[in-house]
């Protein structure tokens, strides 16, 4: 996941909210990210992004992430979440091209982590929700530095999922 207008981040106590209430990744369905349905929009600086995810049904969620920067053309990428026999996968093909996936290692109420150890960056993609927001964040390794990008969204159009928000 790249794009304009990422916004480079501290180090987060992720192992710290990973661990707090999370739910095995062989135990998690696609039913448990209904709070990621909806239209999600924001701003960082002079570029406009959005995040939208469909509901979940007939085994994934759909999804489109649009960066517009005031001064360039617009960054996308294609998004789906899929339910597979035995684990939840999202794949990423950023500006249309190939497809990468990345497996749920950890997910509860308000979060999931998704992990590809063997891709370049990001290895992790992590959602959170909080209230009206929606929080992403990539991270991995680059050059044996951590290399941090987020983004967050206020919600516009909720799915039916927004009635099971997380506070």
Known sequence: MTGF???????CPLVVWCLSGAVAADEASLDDLLWMAGS????TG???????????????MLGLHRDVPS???AFFEYLRIEQ?????VYIASPRGKGAT?????????AGVVFENRLHDFPQRIIYRRR????I?????????????????????NPGQGAERLPE
């Open 101 to 109: 996936e990345f497996i749920l290692v950890s997910a509860d109420a």
């Open 136 to 156: 992403a964040r990539v991270e991995g390794d680059v050059s044996g530095d951590l290399r941090v990008e987020e983004w967050q969204w206020r919600l516009v």
């Open 131 to 134: 209230g009206e927001l929606l």
């Open 84 to 88: 597979r026999e035995s684990s939840v």
């Open 71 to 73: 001064d360039r053309p």
């Open 5 to 11: 207008g990422l916004r480079a981040v501290a180090f």
């Open 40 to 43: 999600w929009e924001g701003s």
């Open 46 to 60: 002079d570029v406009a992004m959005e995040e939208i995810w469909t509901e979940p049904r007939g085994g994934v």
